[in-house]
T-cell receptor, first 114, second 112 residues
Framework: DTGVSQDPRHKITKRGQNVTFRCDPI?????LYWYRQTLGQGPEFLTY????????KSRLLSDRFSAERPKGSFSTLEIQRTEQGDSAMYLC????????????FGPGTRLTVL | DAKTTQPNSMESNEEEPVHLPCNHS???????IHWYRQLPSQGPEYVIH???SNVNNRMASLAIAEDRKSSTLILHRATLRDAAVYYC?????????????FGKGMKLTVNP
């Protein structure tokens, strides 16, 4: 059984650099979500896709952030010109559209911006 | 988004039952009650959800008050592996936003 996987698990970068994270959802899931979690807080929603369509974006997703889900399979989240405030855990989740829509989370990518 | 209120933390002893409360006085008729938990250094994990009736699964039980303004997650025999942050979340089953809105959750400590 392969759950949601994320790569890399950890990323350390210098301020101003670009970073890209990848998420592979559970294979039959057509919905994919990105969340961000800072220390001591619950996860905050960033964006979600149904198949390849990006259907909702949070105001937290500034113009430095972009997410894609080509062909409705894996997704990438890119952060351009990273800032120290971007340091956080980036979580991906997937689900299959149905009434209860349980989301299954990956282990996250921990980003540290120096 | 409808809000939930949970204690900041609770302690329990291993192999004893634990009752984790959640208040959601502004719940609407179309909101599901979801519980997720997050173990240290891991992503959140689905635990259970319900609408009106009490629910049981292999992980836990969910007891929902008759007026639906509160619910209780019940771990029948706490183990050290149940130590986590537990989140009580309301989700509108009739759509709108698909996101989960997490609060700060409740940290459960299980003593050996």
């Amino acid at each position: 059984d392969t759950g949601v996987s994320q790569d890399p698990r950890h990323k350390i970068t210098k301020r101003g650099q670009n970073v890209t994270f990848r998420c592979d959802p559970i294979s039959e899931h057509n919905r994919l979500y990105w969340y961000r979690q800072t220390l001591g807080q619950g996860p905050e929603f960033l964006t979600y896709f149904q198949n390849e369509a990006q259907l909702e974006k949070s105001r937290l997703l500034s113009d430095r952030f972009s997410a894609e889900r080509p062909k409705g399979s894996f997704s990438t989240l890119e952060i351009q010109r990273t800032e120290q405030g971007d340091s956080a855990m980036y979580l991906c989740a997937s689900s299959f559209k149905r009434e209860s829509d349980t989301q299954y989370f990956g282990p996250g990518t921990r980003l540290t911006v120096l | 988004d409808a809000k939930t209120t949970q204690p900041n933390s609770m302690e329990s002893n291993e192999e004893e039952p634990v009752h984790l409360p959640c208040n959601h006085s502004t719940i609407s008729g179309t909101d599901y009650i979801h519980w997720y938990r997050q173990l240290p250094s891991q992503g959140p994990e689905y635990v259970i959800h319900g609408l009106t009736s009490n629910v049981n699964n292999r992980m836990a039980s969910l007891a929902i008050a008759e007026d639906r303004k509160s619910s209780t997650l019940i771990l029948h025999r706490a183990t050290l592996r149940d130590a986590a942050v537990y989140y009580c979340i309301l989700r509108d089953r009739e759509g709108g936003s698909e996101k989960l809105v997490f609060g700060k959750g409740m940290k459960l400590t299980v003593n050996p």
